[in-house]
Structures are given as structure tokens and as C-alpha cells.
């Protein structure tokens, strides 16, 4: 089992930055690839950015140059950095974890573990 707690959310303006933050314990061993996963209302969820167990790192186009994922090892605290934020970004972000790494670690990779979410909303 394994608990994944996001914090960090909030609303800015657009051209602002926020650090989203997940708080990962449990069984945390059996999970190689970790991710941040967004969803807004009545779109598809958009995988963001992955991060396996060596360190490799994958991006979506809509967020290259402006999100950084990264993973804070002793504390077991996944975190995403955002700046230039937009408008379009806003949604309901969720921290998520796989057992499979390398190749299986994917923006689209069913999951196995999910946060509750944090709401990120950005003003034009």
C-alpha cells in the first residue's frame, strides 16, 4: 500500500509560479516510476512529467521549459515545479506512482497509486 498527499495548490496569475508538493510513504519500494497527472473539467487527464527509480525524466509538450519534476530521495517528497503558469493549466493535479519503470514509465502508464489531488487555478 502506499499513500501519495499532494499540497502546494492554489490560485495565482497567469505568469506566476507554484511548487506542488507529494508526501509518498508506504510501501514506496514496489513503486520505479513516480508522475504528476493533471485533470480538468471535461478534458482528458494529461500526464505531465515522470520520474523513475534512475533518475530519467519525461515531459509533456504543453509543459517542456516551464514544469520541473523532481524527488527530494531522504524524504520521499515528489514535488513539480510550475512557473510561467497559464490559464490553460489550470486543474485538479495529482501525484501518482507504477510499479514499472524504464520504458513502462509514461505520461499515459495506468497508474497504481493516486493522491487526492490539489486544485490549481490560474487567473487570466
Known amino acids: 500500500q502506499v499513500e501519495l498527499v499532494e499540497s502546494g495548490g492554489g490560485s495565482v496569475q497567469a505568469g506566476g509560479s507554484l511548487r506542488l508538493s507529494c508526501a509518498a510513504s508506504?510501501?514506496?519500494?514496489?513503486?520505479?516510476?513516480m508522475a504528476w497527472v493533471r485533470r480538468a473539467p471535461g478534458k482528458e487527464r494529461e500526464g505531465l512529467a515522470t520520474l523513475d527509480w534512475l533518475d530519467r525524466i519525461k515531459y509533456a509538450d504543453s509543459v517542456k521549459g516551464r514544469f520541473t519534476i523532481s524527488k527530494d530521495k531522504a524524504t520521499n517528497t515528489l514535488y513539480l515545479q510550475m512557473n510561467n503558469l497559464k490559464f490553460e493549466d489550470t486543474a485538479m493535479y495529482y501525484c501518482?506512482?507504477?510499479?514499472?519503470?524504464?520504458?513502462?514509465?509514461?505520461?499515459?502508464?495506468?497508474?497504481?497509486?493516486w493522491g487526492q489531488g490539489t486544485q490549481v487555478t490560474i487567473s487570466s
Open positions: 508506504g510501501a514506496l519500494s514496489g513503486r520505479q516510476c
Open positions: 501518482t506512482a507504477s510499479r514499472y519503470g524504464g520504458n513502462w514509465c509514461n505520461l499515459d502508464t495506468d497508474f497504481d497509486d
